[in-house]
């Protein structure tokens, strides 16, 4: 196995992901964007949740509107629902893994904030029942997916907003994501602050 050229294709593997997903995405993500900035003006709020590599990203995006992303500005309304490790397992434990994500929406969640659901595959039970959730509250929802979408695609209604990455291997997946989280931080920045550039 030559290491040195297994390296270079999945640089080159990424990059041409991305530019297959540009034209796909650049709408969902402003409709997104769109959608964020409605809720935090209004007072609301947006809830991020994921599994694994996913719940990383949720906890990425919320830190960087809570703190900041590239420019300077008050903190906004965020929250990673899979930092808190005693409602995480109090949840799964009493309750079962798939209603962690499900109960914090219903505990949390207000009519006008916005859920981003992250799930490469489209199909994490917990991700699938904080959508549902989400729904009942009158949540939008944002949901960053690959593989074809697969329940979440099926069950996200015409208000939210499906940013599906066309790939089926989850590394590039993965990697499309934290652009699009970027992407997204980016616009919502720009529409709080008026940036023209």
């Known amino acids: ?79 990673a629902l899979s930092t808190d490790s005693s409602i995480m397992t109090a949840v799964a434990n009493d309750y079962g893994y798939k209603t962690v994500f499900e109960r ?23 991700i699938v029942e904080a959508i549902r959730a989400a729904h009942d509250n009158d949540l939008h929802v944002v949901a960053l997916t690959g593989k074809g979408g697969g329940e979440i695609g099926q069950i996200l209604r015409d208000s939210d907003v499906h940013i599906c990455v066309p790939s089926d291997r989850t590394a590039r997946i993965q990697e499309v994501h934290l652009l699009a989280i970027h992407c997204l931080c980016d616009g919502v920045d720009c529409l709080l602050l008026g940036v023209e550039e």
């Not at 034209?23 to 964007?33: D, F, K, Q, R, V």
């Not at 914090?104 to 917990?126: K, W, Y």
């Open 104 to 126: 914090q929406v219903r505990a949390l969640g207000q009519p006008g904030d916005v859920l981003l659901a992250i799930s490469t595959s489209g199909n994490s039970p917990s």
């Open 1 to 79: 196995m030559d290491l040195i050229s297994r390296i270079s294709q999945h640089f080159a593997d990424s990059a041409q992901t991305k530019l297959d997903a540009r034209e796909m995405l650049a709408a969902p993500l402003a409709g997104a964007t769109e959608l964020m900035v409605g809720a935090l003006v209004n007072n609301g709020k947006i809830l991020a949740c994921g599994n694994g590599g996913s719940a990383a990203d949720a906890q990425h995006f919320a830190a960087e509107l809570v703190g900041r992303f590239e420019m300077e500005r008050q903190g906004l309304a965020a929250v």
